[in-house]
């Protein structure tokens, strides 16, 4: 609309009381309904409003909806209507607008005549034909009345030759305004077009062609003349084709000058007609066929002087050197461009248009630049802005937010240049900064808090805007100055901080370009720092099975304001203490947020029923939160209830255990009174707990001093129920043990050998004994129990051994010598029994120094040592002998022997019998496999005798034999020669030597690295195996195991024997639940078969793959079984996998969930009989060919295989140890409520579950 409508002035400042007037200015358009034809009868009316708008801060879209304040300040709008009827310019012109002349030539002239008609009833039409080239009109202007008729006689006037089509403009001639909307003048305001069409003829003349005698080129020679080209007569050759074939011509056969220069020109025939210039010096032409230089005649009226040829050559040089010198600077230029920027010839394999595209621009990054279309479309200066188009504009600035990049003042040239310049209203009008009245609402003391103040800019330039703020409240806002790009919006983060309490109310002024723009009213309310409890007491009551957990509740903290609310609890201390817990003991509480606290009470025998806690807010309100515990009424009783220690040892430790049986309807809490029990009886544990329906073990040591018989009782306190007693009784024992013999008497034992005495030890009591011996200050002795149950090892204390003996048992034991120098020995040790020391207290009764009554203490005589340390007299080359023969030796020749020698050198000064004892292996000597020259003989002092040991192996075994030395006839051993004869067949190891896999989900690829050590292989030899296949209860059969070889199969062979280790990698995946252990087999070229047992478990389970779900808690995603789901899910447990599409049995790899997170709600899955455990069989499956081996190497991938780890309980305090613990309650809840055919049973883990636990 105002296109049309416009107003002088539309804008401006109106003084108190002050008038002025206002100039409106009609300039309607044709508006045209493509349907309709505009008729003589077409006018159109306009009826539209003026509104007149005061200047200064508005709402529109960003007012304050919750204020109230400034409704009755408003002000009031002015509107005036205007109406007006616009007439269409209806001329029709008769032949048509589109008139064809009829041809003439230059000089002549064509006619046709157009009658102009004037369709308008209202209004007449005053017209003017512009000039056109080439055409006339008569008349060229003139004035047609409504509805009359005018005669205009339009000419073709050609004045150049060619075919013409040109528009003739007829112009409407009527009032128009100025541009100052001031007075009206007659000017053009409407175009009408006009097509001519027509043709100016040409007129053509003959050329004569002029034959040009000799041989010229085909179209001109020189003297640019026509030539005429007969083509039926004349070969199609080059103008050159006379001076190629010249040397073939015969016309000149005489002699050949020899003045003619080799490197004389050809000269063409009339090549140098109508020439006058002189032929150059330094040029040498010769005849085309004689070959004979041609006369250059030389006219002095025409040749270069000498002077003339000398200035010509300064003159050349002088250009040459000038172009020279010009050449080098351009060459420095560009060297010095280069070092500056260095073209870099390393190619990145970038080439062009191969579909490389510039990165989109992020809303950040866009430049602060006016566009053109913005340009274009902007506001004219004297237009009268409209509501649509203010909407438009305002809509347009909306979508080009600036959000980052606000400068706080003008810096380049442009923004300086717009952010000078004085606005109008009517600009400032085009800038919305609101709303106008900022609402912070209840804010706490001291808090930051934010609103955002938008500022919409529609003017195609920059603006300047400053607030001016002089609030200390405000003062935080990070800038008061923004310089907004053209047609742009953005906001302000208005930051506002108050310390005092109550109501804020201040306005605030801001600036456009330094022109005051309005204000805006900033409300608030500052309320101190609180927090409020859900509740002020909770009570407690047994939730779960579970024992520690069971009393628990939870208390909510709610914060209603604006600033993070940071609290404490504290417990307040009574006379018995406190038993209750809440976490977090202290943290934050967000705005506008809330935290759940977590009481829990401690259940025990002594644990206070009642307490408090403070919460305590800084810088805020303090609260009192009580708790309760309710522990309901229980009855207990014992199994047994009486327990006795009969033939209970003296001075040794004695348990026993009772039961304790929970038949109440509630966790029991027990103490066990001290008072009433004897010194030497003690029970633990003393204080604890009795679940629901189940029993607790009490372990009851009975340590006595003094033989005798004993009965007491021992009082159990049951919390919230009677006392129960427990009657003890039994009677005590002394040992009586005996040594036999208790002297040993070493005679010539050897340096470097060890000697062993045996004795026994006898327990002829009724209860048990432990013997003690001290040798801490004999080391070179030691006691041999031979592997006895009894035998007791400290670290500690590595001289002091201890032995267990049963009563009316005995025990074989040794006592060990083994000297390292020549010496004499003649002690005694003391022997210990159950602690007393009954060796020294037996020789004080033996020496009568003290009165003892007997059956006081055990009483045992001392054991006595004598030993004498001889010199070793004979010296051995090796006592240990290793013959190593390859199996393919064995197998080509029966007949294989290896000969090793025994060197003995006499080192004493008498001489030495020795011989060799076969008889611990006189099999392997009868048989030949073992062999010696000799087995008896004597050594003269410093003789030395050489003894050959054969080997001679019959079978692929190893073989080991034991040879012992004696020396003088003496029956204990001097040396033990050990033998040992290896056949190297070949052998497989395996690294490492079992394989375990961690159960996984279904369709969850685990993989482990394998090393395989072969050893004794002497020649290539490449490796096969067979994969067990595993046989459902469905009677499916699946092989779940895949082998692959990243380094082929195989085994290099060495001369000796040590071969490079194989690298193999095992995967494990299943589709259907499956659970085995079974042996991998690999089998070599020489049907040598090593087996490598596996065991692998894969389900969804929750109670089987636990530990694989707490370790991959933050990437997989799991999600809980739901029947309304259909058959998107596995069905298997309570815990699945999503479905992922089923692949070939014989595939390996397969494609598990993305990375994720898991979604564990255990509160969602239904309790479920009979998923805990899958049965299953195992079979054998056929050997694998090639062929298979290849497609099932090749048709896993490893980049999804999860590797194998062996995991045990997470680290207390991670993430994963808290899903753990999630798990094992849930598996305690279940196992309480379904476990137990009698009904519901408490159930913990792992103490319920032990082996030796009673149920």
Same mark, same amino acid.
Request: with cysteine; hydrophobic share 35%.
């Given at each position: 609309m105002t296109d049309f409508m416009s107003c002088i002035p539309n804008e401006g400042t109106l003084l108190p009381y002050q008038k002025i007037v206002i100039t409106f200015c009609f300039s309607p358009k044709l508006v045209v309904d493509i349907k309709k034809d505009v008729g003589p009868s077409h006018r159109q009316d306009y009826s539209l409003f003026v509104r007149f708008d005061s200047v200064g801060s508005k709402d529109g879209f960003l007012r304050d909806d919750n204020s109230d304040t400034m409704k009755s300040n408003r002000l009031q709008k002015v509107e005036l209507a205007l109406t007006g009827s616009g007439l269409p310019v209806i001329l029709q012109f008769d032949p048509g607008k589109v008139l064809t002349f009829a041809?003439?030539?230059?000089?002549?002239?064509?006619?046709?005549?157009?009658?102009?008609?004037?369709?308008?009833? #209202?209004?007449?039409?005053?017209?003017?034909?512009?000039?056109?080239?080439?055409?006339?009109?008569?008349? !060229?202007?003139?004035?047609?009345?409504?509805?009359?008729?005018?005669?205009?006689?339009?000419?073709?006037?050609?004045?150049?030759?060619?075919?013409?089509?040109?528009?003739?403009?007829?112009?409407?001639?009527?009032?128009?305004?100025?541009?100052?909307?001031?007075?009206?003048? +007659?000017?053009?305001?409407?175009?009408?077009?006009?097509?001519?069409?027509?043709?100016?003829?040409?007129?053509?003349?003959?050329?004569?062609?002029?034959?040009?005698?000799?041989?010229?080129?085909?179209?001109?020679n020189p003297t640019r003349q026509f030539v005429i080209k007969d083509s039926e007569e004349k070969d199609d050759l080059p103008p050159v084709a006379a001076m190629l074939r010249s040397t073939m011509t015969k016309l000149h056969n005489h002699r050949i000058n020899d003045v003619s220069e080799k490197d004389a020109m050809i000269a063409f025939p009339n090549d140098r007609a109508a020439s006058l210039r002189c032929g150059d010096h330094h040029e040498h032409f010769r005849t085309i066929f004689t070959k004979m230089p041609r006369h250059d005649y030389m006219d002095p009226d025409f040749e270069y002087t000498d002077l003339e040829k000398l200035e010509k050559k300064i003159h050349r040089e002088y250009y040459r050197d000038y172009?020279?010198?010009?050449?080098?600077?351009?060459?420095?230029?560009?060297?010095?461009?280069?070092?500056?920027?260095?073209?870099?010839?390393?190619?990145?394999?970038?080439?062009?248009?191969?579909?490389?595209?510039?990165?989109?621009?992020?809303?950040?990054?866009?430049?602060?630049?006016?566009?053109?279309?913005?340009?274009?479309?902007?506001?004219?200066?004297?237009?009268?802005?409209?509501?649509?188009?203010?909407?438009?504009?305002?809509?347009?600035?909306?979508?080009?937010?600036?959000?980052?990049?606000?400068?706080?003042?003008?810096?380049?040239?442009?923004?300086?240049?717009?952010?000078?310049?004085?606005?109008?209203?009517?600009?400032?009008?085009?800038?919305?900064?609101?709303?106008?009245?900022?609402?912070f609402g209840n804010v706490c003391v001291k808090s930051?808090?934010?609103?955002?103040?938008?500022?919409?800019?529609?003017?195609? +330039?920059?603006?300047?805007?400053?607030?001016?703020?002089?609030?200390?409240?405000?003062?935080?806002?990070?800038?008061?100055?923004?310089?907004?790009?053209?047609?742009?919006?953005?906001?302000?983060?208005?930051?506002? !901080?108050?310390?005092?309490?109550?109501?804020?109310?201040?306005?605030?002024?801001?600036?456009?370009?330094?022109?005051?723009?309005?204000?805006?009213?900033?409300?608030?309310?500052?309320?101190?720092?609180?927090?409020?409890?859900?509740?002020?007491?909770?009570?407690?009551?047994?939730?779960?099975?579970?024992?520690?957990?069971?009393?628990?509740?939870?208390?909510?903290?709610?914060?209603?304001?604006?600033?993070?609310?940071?609290?404490?609890?504290k417990p307040v201390s009574a006379p018995r203490g406190i038993a209750f817990t809440i976490r977090p003991a202290k943290g934050i509480v967000d705005p506008y947020c809330s935290l759940e606290c977590e009481v829990t009470w401690?259940?025990?025998?002594?644990?206070?029923?009642?307490?408090?806690?403070?919460?305590?807010?800084?810088?805020?309100?303090?609260?009192?939160?009580?708790?309760?515990?309710?522990?309901?009424?229980?009855?207990?009783?014992?199994?047994?209830?009486?327990?006795?220690?009969?033939?209970?040892?003296?001075?040794?430790?004695?348990?026993?255990?009772?039961i304790l049986h929970n038949i109440g309807q509630n966790h029991a809490y027990f103490k066990v009174c001290d008072q009433s029990l004897l010194p030497t009886i003690n029970i633990v544990p003393s204080e604890g707990v009795i679940p629901f329906g189940g029993i607790t073990v009490l372990n009851i040591s009975c340590t006595p001093t003094v033989a005798e018989k004993f009965d007491t009782r021992a009082k159990v306190a049951i919390h919230h129920a009677n006392v129960i007693d427990l009657r003890i009784g039994g009677s005590v024992e002394i040992a009586d043990v005996e040594i036999t013999p208790n002297v040993f008497n070493f005679s010539?034992?050897?340096?470097?050998?060890?000697?062993?005495?045996?004795?026994?030890?006898?327990?002829?009591?009724?209860?048990?004994?432990?013997?003690?011996?001290?040798?801490?200050?004999?080391?070179?002795?030691?006691?041999?129990?031979?592997?006895?149950?009894?035998?007791?090892?400290?670290?500690?204390?590595?001289?002091?051994?201890?032995?267990?003996? !049963?009563?009316?048992?005995?025990?074989?034991?040794?006592?060990?010598?083994?000297?390292?120098?020549?010496?004499?020995?003649?002690?005694?040790?003391?022997?210990?029994?159950?602690?007393?020391?009954?060796?020294?207290?037996?020789?004080?009764?033996?020496?009568?120094?003290?009165?003892l009554m007997p059956r006081v203490s055990p009483l045992i005589p001392p054991c006595f040592v004598q030993a004498t340390v001889l010199r070793a007299p004979l010296k051995l080359s090796s006592t240990?002998?290793?013959?190593?023969?390859?199996?393919?030796?064995?197998?080509?020749?029966?007949?294989?022997?290896?000969?090793?020698?025994?060197?003995?050198?006499?080192?004493?000064?008498?001489?030495?019998?020795?011989?060799?004892?076969?008889?611990? #292996?006189?099999?392997?000597?009868?048989?030949?496999?073992?062999?010696?020259?000799?087995?008896?003989?004597?050594?003269?002092?410093?003789e030395t005798y050489t003894i050959s040991i054969h080997f001679c192996p019959r079978e692929p075994v190893t073989y080991l034999a034991d040879v012992a030395i004696r020396l003088n006839d003496n029956l204990f051993d001097y040396r033990i020669l050990s033998l040992i004869g290896e056949i190297q067949s070949p052998k497989i190891l395996f690294d490492p030597p079992f394989i375990c896999f961690t159960p996984v989900p279904l369709e969850i690829t685990a993989g482990v690295d394998i090393r395989i050590l072969p050893q004794n292989y002497f020649s290539n030899s490449t490796l096969q195996f067979k994969i067990p296949t595993a046989k459902l209860l469905d009677d499916d059969e699946i092989q779940p195991l895949t082998v692959t070889f990243p380094k082929g199969r195989v085994i290099t062979g060495s001369n000796t024997g040590i071969n490079d280790e194989l690298p193999c990698h095992l995967s494990f995946s299943s589709t259907k639940p499956v659970s085995f252990f079974a042996n991998l087999l690999f089998c070599d070229d020489r049907d040598n078969w090593f087996s490598l047992p596996v065991t692998a478990t894969a389900e969804n389970c929750i109670l089987t793959i636990y530990l694989y779900l707490a370790v991959h808690l933050d990437r997989q995603k799991v999600i809980l079984k739901d029947d309304k789901a259909g058959n998107l899910t596995k069905p298997r447990g309570?815990?699945?996998?999503?479905?992922?599409?089923?692949?070939?049995?014989?595939?390996?790899?397969?494609?598990?969930?993305?990375?994720?997170?898991?979604?564990?709600?255990?509160?969602?899955?239904?309790?479920?009989?009979?998923?805990?455990?899958?049965?299953?069989e195992i079979t054998r499956d056929r050997f694998d060919s090639d062929e298979s081996i290849s497609d099932r190497a090749n048709a896993g991938s490893l980049e999804n295989e999860e590797k194998n780890q062996q995991f045990f309980a997470p680290e207390e305090g991670s993430t994963a140890y808290d899903y753990f613990q999630k798990v094992v309650d849930a598996a305690q809840t279940w196992f309480s409520l379904f476990g137990w055919p009698e009904g519901p049973h408490s159930l913990s883990i792992p103490e319920t579950i032990r082996s030796n636990s009673r149920v």
């Amino acid at each position: 609309m105002t296109d049309f409508m416009s107003c002088i002035p539309n804008e401006g400042t109106l003084l108190p009381y002050q008038k002025i007037v206002i100039t409106f200015c009609f300039s309607p358009k044709l508006v045209v309904d493509i349907k309709k034809d505009v008729g003589p009868s077409h006018r159109q009316d306009y009826s539209l409003f003026v509104r007149f708008d005061s200047v200064g801060s508005k709402d529109g879209f960003l007012r304050d909806d919750n204020s109230d304040t400034m409704k009755s300040n408003r002000l009031q709008k002015v509107e005036l209507a205007l109406t007006g009827s616009g007439l269409p310019v209806i001329l029709q012109f008769d032949p048509g607008k589109v008139l064809t002349f009829a041809p003439c030539s230059m000089g002549e002239h064509s006619d046709i005549l157009c009658i102009v008609r004037n369709h308008s009833i #209202s209004l007449p039409v005053m017209y003017h034909f512009q000039k056109t080239a080439h055409f006339k009109m008569d008349p !060229e202007r003139g004035k047609i009345d409504e509805g009359c008729i005018q005669n205009v006689i339009c000419s073709f006037v050609p004045h150049q030759i060619g075919v013409f089509k040109v528009k003739q403009v007829i112009e409407i001639i009527g009032p128009v305004a100025d541009e100052n909307l001031r007075s009206l003048s +007659m000017k053009p305001f409407h175009y009408i077009y006009l097509e001519f069409n027509s043709t100016c003829k040409a007129c053509t003349k003959k050329v004569g062609v002029k034959i040009n005698p000799g041989i010229s080129p085909l179209i001109s020679n020189p003297t640019r003349q026509f030539v005429i080209k007969d083509s039926e007569e004349k070969d199609d050759l080059p103008p050159v084709a006379a001076m190629l074939r010249s040397t073939m011509t015969k016309l000149h056969n005489h002699r050949i000058n020899d003045v003619s220069e080799k490197d004389a020109m050809i000269a063409f025939p009339n090549d140098r007609a109508a020439s006058l210039r002189c032929g150059d010096h330094h040029e040498h032409f010769r005849t085309i066929f004689t070959k004979m230089p041609r006369h250059d005649y030389m006219d002095p009226d025409f040749e270069y002087t000498d002077l003339e040829k000398l200035e010509k050559k300064i003159h050349r040089e002088y250009y040459r050197d000038y172009i020279r010198n010009l050449r080098n600077v351009r060459l420095q230029k560009e060297a010095q461009r280069e070092r500056k920027f260095p073209f870099n010839e390393v190619d990145i394999g970038m080439e062009p248009s191969s579909g490389l595209k510039s990165p989109s621009l992020s809303q950040s990054e866009i430049e602060e630049e006016i566009p053109s279309s913005l340009k274009a479309s902007s506001l004219r200066v004297k237009r009268l802005l409209s509501t649509k188009k203010i909407a438009s504009r305002e809509t347009e600035s909306l979508q080009r937010k600036i959000s980052k990049g606000i400068k706080s003042k003008p810096t380049t040239y442009h923004e300086k240049r717009d952010c000078s310049k004085v606005l109008t209203p009517k600009q400032i009008h085009q800038v919305i900064v609101g709303p106008s009245v900022l609402n912070f609402g209840n804010v706490c003391v001291k808090s930051t808090n934010t609103q955002l103040l938008h500022i919409v800019n529609m003017l195609p +330039m920059y603006i300047l805007i400053q607030l001016d703020i002089d609030l200390e409240e405000l003062q935080k806002t990070n800038q008061f100055s923004y310089v907004i790009p053209p047609t742009s919006s953005t906001y302000i983060s208005m930051v506002f !901080e108050s310390s005092t309490n109550g109501k804020f109310w201040k306005s605030f002024t801001f600036r456009i370009n330094n022109i005051p723009g309005g204000h805006i009213l900033v409300m608030a309310v500052i309320l101190p720092v609180k927090l409020e409890l859900s509740c002020n007491e909770i009570v407690l009551r047994p939730q779960t099975f579970l024992l520690k957990t069971c009393f628990r509740g939870t208390v909510r903290l709610y914060n209603h304001l604006n600033r993070p609310a940071q609290f404490e609890w504290k417990p307040v201390s009574a006379p018995r203490g406190i038993a209750f817990t809440i976490r977090p003991a202290k943290g934050i509480v967000d705005p506008y947020c809330s935290l759940e606290c977590e009481v829990t009470w401690q259940p025990g025998f002594s644990s206070p029923e009642k307490g408090e806690f403070m919460l305590q807010v800084s810088g805020g309100n303090t609260l009192t939160l009580k708790c309760t515990a309710h522990v309901g009424h229980t009855r207990v009783t014992f199994l047994e209830p009486r327990i006795l220690f009969s033939n209970s040892p003296q001075g040794l430790t004695t348990w026993r255990k009772a039961i304790l049986h929970n038949i109440g309807q509630n966790h029991a809490y027990f103490k066990v009174c001290d008072q009433s029990l004897l010194p030497t009886i003690n029970i633990v544990p003393s204080e604890g707990v009795i679940p629901f329906g189940g029993i607790t073990v009490l372990n009851i040591s009975c340590t006595p001093t003094v033989a005798e018989k004993f009965d007491t009782r021992a009082k159990v306190a049951i919390h919230h129920a009677n006392v129960i007693d427990l009657r003890i009784g039994g009677s005590v024992e002394i040992a009586d043990v005996e040594i036999t013999p208790n002297v040993f008497n070493f005679s010539g034992t050897y340096v470097g050998t060890t000697e062993v005495i045996p004795f026994v030890i006898k327990n002829r009591g009724v209860t048990r004994a432990k013997v003690e011996f001290n040798l801490k200050d004999f080391p070179l002795f030691a006691m041999d129990f031979r592997g006895n149950a009894g035998e007791f090892k400290n670290t500690e204390v590595p001289y002091m051994y201890a032995i267990e003996v !049963e009563e009316s048992t005995s025990v074989e034991c040794g006592i060990a010598f083994s000297p390292v120098e020549v010496a004499t020995y003649d002690f005694s040790f003391p022997v210990h029994i159950n602690s007393f020391k009954a060796s020294e207290l037996y020789c004080e009764y033996s020496s009568k120094k003290k009165i003892l009554m007997p059956r006081v203490s055990p009483l045992i005589p001392p054991c006595f040592v004598q030993a004498t340390v001889l010199r070793a007299p004979l010296k051995l080359s090796s006592t240990e002998f290793v013959f190593k023969i390859p199996l393919y030796e064995l197998q080509h020749s029966k007949e294989i022997t290896r000969i090793q020698d025994l060197v003995l050198h006499n080192i004493s000064k008498k001489t030495v019998q020795w011989s060799l004892d076969i008889g611990k #292996s006189v099999k392997l000597f009868k048989s030949g496999i073992f062999k010696f020259t000799a087995l008896i003989g004597s050594l003269k002092p410093d003789e030395t005798y050489t003894i050959s040991i054969h080997f001679c192996p019959r079978e692929p075994v190893t073989y080991l034999a034991d040879v012992a030395i004696r020396l003088n006839d003496n029956l204990f051993d001097y040396r033990i020669l050990s033998l040992i004869g290896e056949i190297q067949s070949p052998k497989i190891l395996f690294d490492p030597p079992f394989i375990c896999f961690t159960p996984v989900p279904l369709e969850i690829t685990a993989g482990v690295d394998i090393r395989i050590l072969p050893q004794n292989y002497f020649s290539n030899s490449t490796l096969q195996f067979k994969i067990p296949t595993a046989k459902l209860l469905d009677d499916d059969e699946i092989q779940p195991l895949t082998v692959t070889f990243p380094k082929g199969r195989v085994i290099t062979g060495s001369n000796t024997g040590i071969n490079d280790e194989l690298p193999c990698h095992l995967s494990f995946s299943s589709t259907k639940p499956v659970s085995f252990f079974a042996n991998l087999l690999f089998c070599d070229d020489r049907d040598n078969w090593f087996s490598l047992p596996v065991t692998a478990t894969a389900e969804n389970c929750i109670l089987t793959i636990y530990l694989y779900l707490a370790v991959h808690l933050d990437r997989q995603k799991v999600i809980l079984k739901d029947d309304k789901a259909g058959n998107l899910t596995k069905p298997r447990g309570s815990f699945l996998i999503p479905m992922i599409p089923r692949r070939d049995s014989k595939a390996v790899s397969t494609h598990f969930g993305k990375k994720g997170s898991f979604v564990s709600k255990f509160n969602d899955a239904d309790l479920t009989l009979g998923n805990l455990f899958v049965g299953m069989e195992i079979t054998r499956d056929r050997f694998d060919s090639d062929e298979s081996i290849s497609d099932r190497a090749n048709a896993g991938s490893l980049e999804n295989e999860e590797k194998n780890q062996q995991f045990f309980a997470p680290e207390e305090g991670s993430t994963a140890y808290d899903y753990f613990q999630k798990v094992v309650d849930a598996a305690q809840t279940w196992f309480s409520l379904f476990g137990w055919p009698e009904g519901p049973h408490s159930l913990s883990i792992p103490e319920t579950i032990r082996s030796n636990s009673r149920v």
